[in-house]
C-alpha cells in the first residue's frame, strides 16, 4: 500500500544516473568512478541517441550515420553528483593515455569543456592527479546496465557471451528490443516476460 503524503520532500531520492555531456558555456570537472570506459556505435534515430544493433540495425538500414561513444561514471567535485558522462572517440584520446600510463581510471580527475563554447563544438579532456585521501568514492554503477535504463533496453534484452562473468560485450535480443521499440518514450516499459 502507499503511503501518501502532501509534502514533498526537500531532496527528492533519485535512483537512476543522469548522462551528461559537455555544455557549451560550463566546464565538467569530475573524478572518474569507473575502473575502466565502455563504449559503443550510436545513431541519433527518432530523436535520440541510440546504441547500433548491426547487423540487423534499423537506424543503419535507414542509413543514418553511427559514430563512436564513450561512457565512464564520474563524481561531480563541486556537488557530488554521481552521474555517466559520455564523449566521442576522438574527446576520449586523454583517458586512454590516462589508462595506460595508470593502469585504471578509477581516480581520475578530468575537466571536460567546449573551447569554442558552442553545442556541438569539438569537446577536450584535460586529466589530472588528485589526492584520493580526501576524496571518498562511490563505487561506480555497472556502465552496461545503467545505459541500458538510459536508452530503455530491458536487462532481459541483454545476453553476456557463454562462460565469461564480467565481459563487457553484450548483445541485444532483437525481439525485446523490438517490444521496446514500440512503448511511447514517456510510457511504462511493455511486459517483455
Not at 533519485?14 to 566546464?27: A, F, I, M, S, W
Not at 575502473?35 to 559503443?40: K, N, R
Not at 540495425?57 to 535507414?62: F, K, M, Y
Not at 580527475?109 to 568514492?137: G, Q, S
Request: charged share 20%; hydrophobic share 35%.
Amino acid at each position: 500500500m502507499p503511503s501518501w503524503s502532501t509534502i514533498v520532500p526537500e531532496q527528492p531520492h533519485h535512483h537512476g544516473y543522469d548522462l551528461r555531456r559537455t555544455p557549451p558555456d560550463k566546464p565538467i570537472r569530475a573524478i572518474i568512478t569507473s575502473d575502466d570506459l565502455i563504449g559503443c556505435y550510436t545513431h541519433f534515430w527518432t530523436g535520440r541517441t541510440v546504441p547500433c544493433e548491426a547487423p540487423d540495425c534499423p537506424a543503419c538500414n535507414a542509413q543514418s550515420p553511427a559514430r563512436w561513444h564513450c561512457y565512464i561514471a564520474a563524481l561531480e567535485s563541486g556537488t557530488r553528483d554521481h552521474f555517466i558522462f559520455e564523449c566521442t572517440a576522438k574527446a576520449a584520446q586523454p583517458l586512454l593515455s590516462w589508462r595506460e600510463a595508470h593502469g585504471t581510471l578509477h581516480g581520475c580527475f578530468f575537466t571536460a569543456h567546449r573551447p569554442k563554447r558552442r553545442r556541438n563544438a569539438r569537446v577536450e579532456i584535460i586529466c589530472k592527479p588528485i589526492d584520493l585521501t580526501k576524496v571518498n568514492l562511490p563505487k561506480a554503477p555497472d556502465l552496461i546496465k545503467a545505459m541500458s535504463v538510459i536508452w530503455r533496453l530491458p536487462a532481459t534484452a541483454l545476453t553476456t557471451p557463454t562462460g565469461e562473468h564480467n565481459s563487457q560485450l553484450v548483445s541485444v535480443v532483437k525481439e525485446t528490443a523490438d517490444a521496446m521499440r514500440v512503448c511511447p518514450a514517456d510510457g511504462p516499459p511493455p511486459d517483455t516476460a
